[in-house]
């Protein structure tokens, strides 16, 4: 474990000794570029209740878009009609870039945690819709015939065989969208918001405090990263049959 | 007991346990099977042989009831025949070990209960059966090919079936394997462990058609018609170079090659 990421955290701090050394040796501004020391100072309590208040409307727009995409997809494969009629709406929604559509979610849920979580369901629900549906349709028609032969109901080939063999597809998109969520959660926040880190991010710019707008950017990055990294650990313990002959 | 099951074997009941006649199946405006007749009786080993694509496991699928036919009539003999189908792909769930395979017939029966102690010995008696007895917690993707196989035998022996269909079961496999494997499932058929009596299977191959089965029915190409019923009579265990085995192999490829 740890010797499969010693090259890569030996060439981070490479990069971040080289960074330190060209803004000592130019004298660059702060404003400008801080050192990697300027920013680690700017880690403090604001820092870390943004990234957490961030993190937690991510989390809890990924989850229910998560649920929700997941309900949809069940419904879209079981009940064609749905699919067809509801179909372009999704990609339309999916299609309205996420900023467009921000500040009139402020507008109707002012600038709380709701406009947040929303923003991030809108940004998260489409991949997982779109992943669930083709998995739960990936099955083999030869699968479904065996299912047939054994006299199975539309139930229990939903059961049995359509969602477990659409996890692999389920998690694909839960790792895309566990990171959108973040930028979902930060876009709610630079429209209004009075906390997280999409508004210290605003605050910052605004001042010129560049370190704290590093700080904050980086904070935002690992928060994206830690969600993927979640998901994908869960993956491997759910959907552990995956890379074997499994087509 | 065993010798009850092989009197009811030997002796030929005179209602079909299936009958076809004059069944035509039609996708949109292709004909896969056209005006085809065939009855299997109880107790028989028949093979439909024919080139591949040329609609016999179109026709397997139909006896199985998976399609409907578009014409003529197909009937099984007894409403309560229990029938048990084998695919050429294994078609394993890889989330589930090879007990939990097997067992997927009984929980589709069983609907929302639980498998019960009694099934689970059963599922493990058929994998003692098919050499899995080993391998009950393994998944599909630490078997092989072979093995995989098994697998999907004992699922289709966990319906308790009547009568099994096969579309080329053991085609995907290598020739040393797929042997054994025809040897075994001939075993399972004589053997009086399960109820299963009667196997239609559905190969390409002549010399597994001529060693292991009682009747050769020789199908054309699309539209699916019979050409020729062939009775093979030699006794069991067959090798592929008996005379007797050759003889009927020689005349099956000319039936085959279209000269009778």
């Known amino acids: 474990m740890m010797l499969r990421f010693r090259t890569p955290i030996l060439f981070g701090l490479l990069t971040l000794a080289v960074w330190q050394g060209l803004v000592m040796a130019t004298g660059i501004p702060e404003y400008l570029l801080p050192s990697p020391i300027a920013v680690l100072a700017d880690v403090d309590r604001t820092l870390a209740l943004s990234l957490g208040v961030t993190f937690l409307e991510a989390t809890i727009g990924f989850a229910i878009a998560s649920v929700l995409a997941f309900v949809c997809a069940i419904l879209f494969v079981r009940f064609h009609t749905l699919e067809e009629g509801l179909f372009p709406i999704a990609i339309a929604i999916k299609t309205t870039p996420i900023v467009a559509i921000a500040p009139l979610l402020v507008i109707w849920l002012g600038t709380g945690w709701w406009s947040k979580i929303v923003a991030a369901i809108l940004i998260c629900f489409f991949p997982v819709l779109v992943n669930t549906v083709k998995g739960l349709k990936a099955a083999d028609a030869e699968y479904r015939e065996l299912f047939q032969t054994l006299g199975a109901s539309n139930a229990q080939e939903f059961r049995k065989l359509r969602i477990p063999y659409c996890l692999p597809y389920l998690f694909s998109a839960l790792k895309i969208s566990s990171s959108l969520a973040i930028v979902g959660a930060i876009v709610g926040e630079f429209v209004g918001a009075t906390q997280g880190l999409g508004y210290l991010i605003m605050v910052s710019s605004a001042h010129l405090e560049t370190a704290t707008l590093f700080a904050a950017i980086v904070a935002a990055a690992l928060a994206g990263i830690t969600m993927f990294y979640i998901i994908g650990a869960i993956e491997h313990r759910v959907v552990f049959w995956q890379g074997g002959e499994f087509e | ?260």
């Open chain 2, 1 to 260: 007991m065993s010798v009850v099951a092989l009197a009811a074997r030997s002796d030929v009941h005179p209602e079909p346990l299936v009958a076809i006649e004059d069944l035509e199946i039609r996708f949109d405006k292709v004909v896969a099977i056209e005006k085809l007749n065939l009855t299997v009786q109880r107790g028989e080993f028949v093979t439909l042989l024919g080139p591949s694509g040329c609609g016999k496991s179109t026709l397997l699928k139909a006896i199985a009831g998976l399609i409907p036919p578009t014409g003529g009539r197909l009937a099984l003999g007894d409403a309560n025949l229990r029938i048990g189908f084998m695919f050429q792909k294994p078609l394993l769930l890889p989330w589930r070990t090879t007990l939990d395979n097997i067992l997927l017939p009984v929980e589709i029966k069983l609907g929302g209960s639980v498998v019960d102690q009694t099934d689970h010995i059963r599922a493990r008696n058929i994998l003692d059966m098919v050499g899995l007895g080993g391998f009950t917690e393994a998944y599909p993707h630490q078997l092989s090919g072979g093995m995989q196989q098994r697998t999907a035998l004992a699922r289709a022996l966990m319906s308790d079936p009547d009568i099994l269909l096969l579309d080329e079961p053991f085609g995907a496999l290598d020739e040393l394997t797929r042997e054994t494997l025809n040897e075994e499932l001939i075993s399972i058929w004589q053997s009086s462990l399960t109820r299963l009596h009667t196997i239609i299977m559905v190969t390409h191959s002549i010399v597994e058609a001529v060693t292991m089965s009682d009747r050769v029915i020789v199908l054309t190409d699309r539209p699916a018609r019979l050409v020729e019923d062939v009775r093979v009579r030699s006794p069991r265990p067959r090798l592929p170079e008996d005379a007797e085995t050759l003889s009927v192999m020689k005349l099956v490829r000319r039936i085959l090659r279209g000269g009778r």
